[in-house]
């Protein structure tokens, strides 16, 4: 029953993202701005702009991950649709989850994109696919339910759309250093060994999962 | 049988308390119409009875259940439209009731039925609900209602936004919820036209219950 509800929520979302069509119109093109614009700063200065592209890719993904939770975040919010939600009985924890996993999805579709941007604007090469596809997957389930979770937490603040980035990015600061060493080593940028790294974050994501499914109800009431 | 019970209760927004010491007793099979004036503490009162907002002190049971501890259990069981809508704008009418309808565990074979009830089926139905007008998106919202067949209907302001005709579909959504045995508290400014519906009028002031008057219909 849980699951069905975590599945009704998530294809409600993405069902909303695909009419809106927000992440493509919106998102993405912010996205690979951000890429080249980090391009056209480090491009002179060629070495380090090889030494930066996994932190480059990373702060970019920070930037959109403010973008698409603040729309996760507006769904609900507008017209009190949340209302709906809590009327309907749905358990919190699946709300939470469902929001998280369209974020997720919705991110991991930029982030596809952002990797070919790099490969394209910052003439990277990848050596572990394996690690970059799951410096990724896990990362990016670390993003949305951290996000997912504040953006329920700042729902009732009339400023929520200054106030998300100063609380998000702060505590993304794990994800944003886990993220790019694990990348660094994807692209054998840096010597580092990129799947301890990836311990750091799947810790990051499991605990902001557990931590958002428990208090999730409780900022559903009373946001 | 007591569909809603309050006793001394409190409910406050932010700090300010806008039900004050509510006491009501509604039995199953009424139609009570909550009027008073602007800011009385009417919407708070049926938004209280939807297990929307907590109890901050006293005492309440709606249809059965504590509104202290079982909150969620109410919710499930009462059908509420607000002054907001809650839909989704990019989702279509039909997807927006079916969603309803599948997170409610009601049976999705009752949104059509709604939809043409409301008059929202024929030419609405695969249009997104942004696209429509207040009076549109206020049926949409009574149709949202409908497919969940409540024991309890709390409407505000049922007939705000709608047309002529569409008052007269809420007045007889009203008559036959009560005909059904459902109870259904509504607040409205049109006292005339309510009253004819109405079994019982409460008027709410400053927070409080400070009129209650029987078989006013």
Redesign the interface.
Known sequence: MMLA?VL?VAA?DL??EW??RVTVSQVLPFALLVLVLFGFALDANRPVLDAATGGLFWVAVMFVSIVAVQRSTS?ET?????????????EPAAVFLGKAAAVALQLLAVEVVMVGGVIVLYDASIESIGLLVATCLVATVGIAAAGTLLGALVAGVRARETVLPILLLPVLAPVLIGATRAFDDALGTVAVDGWAWLGLLAGFGAINIVLGALAYGVLL?ET | MSIVRLHAAVALIGRFPALAGVDLQVSSGEVVLVQGPNGAGKSTLLRLC?G?M?LESGSGEILGHDLMTER?AI??Q?G?L??????????SVR?NLE??A????VDVGAVDPAMERLGVAERLHDI?VGQLSAGQRRRVALA?VVVRRPQLWLLDEPHAGLDPSGRDLVDRLVIDAAAAGATVLLSSHEVDRTLDLATRRITVAGGTITGDVDDVG
Do not use: C, M, N, Q
Request: no cysteine; proline share 2%.
């Open positions: 509800d009704l409600k069902r909303i009419r809106s769904i507008t017209d009190g649709a949340r209302r709906a939600l809590l009327l309907a009985g749905v009431e | 939807a929307l907590r969620p919710r499930r009462v509420l607000g002054h907001d809508t809650a839909l989704y704008d990019d989702l997807e969603f309803w599948r997170a409610s565990r997104s949202g």
